[in-house]
Every structure is written in C-alpha cells, then in structure tokens.
C-alpha cells in the first residue's frame, strides 16, 4: 500500500511551535503581507529576517512529539511506499527521524540569493547586511516560499499523489492551497484518504474519513494500525 502524508503547523503544536489560523496563531497576531510575501521582504527585510530569526530560534529550541515520532516509525518500517510532504519549514520531522522529509514551503534552515538563486545554510540569526557567499549580493533571504510563489517539489508530490491508495492529512488548516487540494488529487487518483486534525479543516468534507483530537495521540495509533496489519 502506497501512503502519501501532508503534514502542517498542528503537527508541530505539541511541540511549543506556533501554528497560523489557530487562536493566536501567527496571522492572529501579524499580518502575512508584511511577513511572508516577496513585496513585505522588499519593504522592510529586517522585519522580515528577524520574524524567521525568532522561528528558527524557537524551531531549534523545540524537539520532536510523539507524532513525528511515530511518523518516522511508519517511513523507517514502509520505506519507499511512504511519501512524507510537510507545509512546515521547521525540521522536527528529520529531527525524530523520518528521511526523505518533502518541504514543499522550504526550510527555516536554509538561505536563498534573490539576485543568483545560490542556496546555502542559514546562519542563526540572519541580518540585511548579509551578502551571498557565490554573487556577493546583499540581503539574502530564507529559503522559504511566500504567498505568491511556487511551492517547492511539486513533480514529487503530484506523482506520489497519483500513486498513492492512502492520502492523510495531519495537522493542517486546509485554508492554503495547493496543498489543500491535495485530498482531490488523491481521490481523484482512486486513494482512500483520512484528516487527523484537532478540530475539522476547511476541507473536512472532501476525507473519506476524519478523526479529531491531537496529532501525538492520533498519529502515534494511527501508525501502530497500520504496522498492525
Ligand atoms: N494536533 C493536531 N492538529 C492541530 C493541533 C494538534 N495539537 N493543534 C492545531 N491543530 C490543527 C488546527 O486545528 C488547524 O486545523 O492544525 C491546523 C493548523 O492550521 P494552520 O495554522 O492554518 O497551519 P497550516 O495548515 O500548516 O497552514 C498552511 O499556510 O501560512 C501558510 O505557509 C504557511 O505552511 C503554512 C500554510
């Protein structure tokens, strides 16, 4: 069986990470125009820069729950015929374990050229002043996807979505597509496809079935009746 898993902010939420459309989520609390849109990066880049300073900081301070755990279980027992896409640009999904991680919005942990494209480790704190190792040009970025762009690894995951007999969703609004048209593909492609979610997302209807209730009790026996059968 073939099982493609999109992971977003609520599976990091046990682990003291913020997510973004709950109460006092991130866009409860900033308004994503100034923060995570190439137009708020070229306004204002220390604003910017230091609002992923403070998520990197708090990414690396937080460890991984019993959910990543447990999804990292499932990948080392299925191997190949388990495709793990996150929307998270935290690293707690390698950290319990899990190899290969999709990160289709990018990662806390890596920096961008907008002038060249290079890409390189992020340092901890990254400042305007910073310049690209290969062009030299000023205020790199996080290389991270912004409202308006193009997730990353897209191919990966529309073929892992046409393959896939098992589509589930962990943790996630629904609200931001594509990836909330993901549970379309997968039906569409003939999977049975299942949300676990603390409460129901935008796109509850679209599931075959749906559980309710945090990711590190519902992942951890999830994944226990899968290796079950
Ligand atoms: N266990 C399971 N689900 C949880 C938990 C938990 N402990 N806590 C919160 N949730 C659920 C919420 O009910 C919500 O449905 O996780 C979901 C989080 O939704 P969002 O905050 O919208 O995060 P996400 O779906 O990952 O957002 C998608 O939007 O802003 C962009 O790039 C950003 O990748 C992000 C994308």
Redesign the pocket.
Known sequence: MQIAILT????S??SGLD????AG?L?ARYD?ADL?TPEGFARDPSLVLDFYNHRRRAARKATPNP?HAALARLQKQKGERVTLVT??IDDLHERAGSDPVIHM?GSLFGALCGACRTRWPAAPVMRPADTCPACGAESPRPDV?WFGEMPCHMDRIMSALAQCDLFVA???????FP?AGFVDLARDSGAKTLE????P?DRTGAFDTGRE????V?VPAWVDKVLSV
């Open positions: 977003g902010a609520g599976i939420a046990e997510t973004f459309r709950d989520g866009w994503l995570a959910a929307q998270n919005h996807v962990v943790g996630t609004s629904g609200a931001v990836a676990l979610n603390l409460e997302g209730g945090p990711a590190s519902l």
